[in-house]
């Protein structure tokens, strides 16, 4: 019997509904990635922050408050694509988190960005072999169950 854990980072809400959402079907652990240092409640300014984190590769300093990931087998991760990339509060965790053999199977939120941009990225910070087929959360529970069992979740 696999143990699943959801970790994931949201602004706006969004994908944390969409965590909340896989976790009502899964019943897996819940966790949210916090910066030490929030971004700003204004859209212009969390945008700015972000456009700096990326220009300039400054990965957020991270609130650790997650479980022994050891425990888990699979980690679902979700985020919202920024600049058709998961934004880097994920790399910072990836580089925390130090996983072993965990596969992570990635969620993502955008109004148009494909997942597979977001992939790209992904196999950039995570060993490939490692790494689940993503997907784009659209609220469809049908196409939530699809991508739970394609990834054996």
Do not use: C
Not at 10 to 23: M, N
Not at 89 to 104: C, G, P, R
Not at 132 to 142: D, I, V
Request: net charge neutral; proline share 7%; no cysteine.
């Amino acid at each position: 019997m696999t143990k699943t854990i959801i970790i994931y980072f949201s602004l706006s809400g969004t994908t944390k509904k969409a965590a909340e959402a896989i976790q009502k079907t899964t019943h897996a652990d819940l966790v949210v990635l916090t910066p030490t240092v929030a971004y700003p409640q204004s859209y212009d300014a969390a945008v700015a922050r972000g456009q700096a984190e990326l220009e300039h590769h400054q990965l957020p300093d991270l609130q650790v408050t997650w479980p022994n990931l050891n425990q888990y087998d699979t980690i679902l991760l979700g985020f919202p694509t920024w600049w058709q990339q998961p934004p880097l509060i994920i790399e910072a965790f990836l580089q925390q988190a130090k996983l072993t053999n965990q596969k992570i199977i990635p969620f993502t939120t955008s109004a148009s960005t494909p997942m597979t941009d977001s992939m790209a990225v992904l196999r950039q910070w995570v060993q490939p072999t490692l790494l689940g087929t993503g997907w784009r959360y659209q609220a469809n529970s049908s196409a939530m169950t699809a991508w739970l069992a394609q990834n054996k979740v």
